[in-house]
């Protein structure tokens, strides 16, 4: 079982940046696609970006390409999501998501195997 804890939201000021942070609590060996993925209040789910391991291919939303960067680092088992210059409309609730034994591409139309419980990002002034 896979158990996926985010970490690193707060309040922020609108132009200010957050990085979150997505760490698995066990070492899978093969392929797999860790996204994330947002969702605000009275609104529906968005997806973020996705990266696929091992090869550290990224996927990311066109609405989200130029503010928000996906990355990894394997050796801690930990998947980051930089967010830059953000926005009010930015406030939701931040989750990661794992698919495993497949890579990104082959994850488009299936819903992740596993969820984390979702950090919350607030921007404010």
């Known amino acids: 079982q896979l158990a996926l804890a985010e970490s690193g939201g707060g309040s922020v000021q609108p132009g200010g940046s957050l990085s979150l942070s997505c760490t698995a609590s066990?070492?899978?060996?093969?392929?797999?696609?860790v996204g994330w993925f947002r969702q605000a209040a009275g609104k529906e789910r968005e997806k973020i970006a996705r990266?696929?391991?091992?090869?550290?291919?990224?996927y990311t939303d066109d609405s989200m390409k130029g503010r928000f960067t996906i990355s990894q680092d394997g050796a801690k088992n930990t998947v980051y999501l930089q967010m830059n210059s953000l926005k009010p409309e930015d406030t939701a609730m931040y989750y990661c998501?794992?698919?495993?034994?497949?890579?990104?591409?082959?994850?488009?139309?299936?819903?992740?195997?596993?969820w984390g419980r979702g950090t919350q990002v607030t921007v404010s002034s």
């Open positions: 066990i070492f899978a060996s093969s392929a797999k696609c």
């Open positions: 998501a794992a698919w495993l034994g497949r890579t990104c591409p082959m994850t488009s139309d299936q819903p992740p195997d596993y």
């Open positions: 990266i696929s391991s091992p090869s550290g291919m990224t």
